[in-house]
């Protein structure tokens, strides 16, 4: 019987260790093309921080950051934290 208990629990050890991290996609679109340049976008481990940022082409100047049309922030570079799949836009004007 503690054979069978030390198996098991062995076997429970290497599967929960063994598991990969949930991972989520950072998608980052850009509000008219052409107006600028972005980075950060990608696949990253949860609860992972990430830091995003906004780069105006010439003649051009960044506006803010929406996640579902809401503002999250007028900085040209953030950090986020990928807790989940994210899309986000990246607004920038003449």
Do not use: H, R
Not at 54 to 70: G, T
Request: charged share 30%; with cysteine; hydrophobic share 40%.
């Amino acid at each position: 019987m503690k054979k069978i208990l030390i198996i098991l629990v062995i076997i429970f050890i290497i599967i929960t260790t063994g598991c990969s991290p949930q991972e989520y996609e950072v998608n980052i679109e850009i509000s008219t093309e052409d107006t600028g340049e972005v980075v950060g976008e990608g696949t990253y481990e949860a609860g992972k921080e990430v830091e995003i940022a906004a780069v105006p082409k010439e003649e051009y100047e960044f506006i803010k950051w929406e996640v579902d049309v809401e503002a999250i922030s007028e900085e040209q570079v953030v950090i986020i934290t990928v807790d989940e799949s994210k899309e986000i836009k990246a607004n920038f004007k003449k």
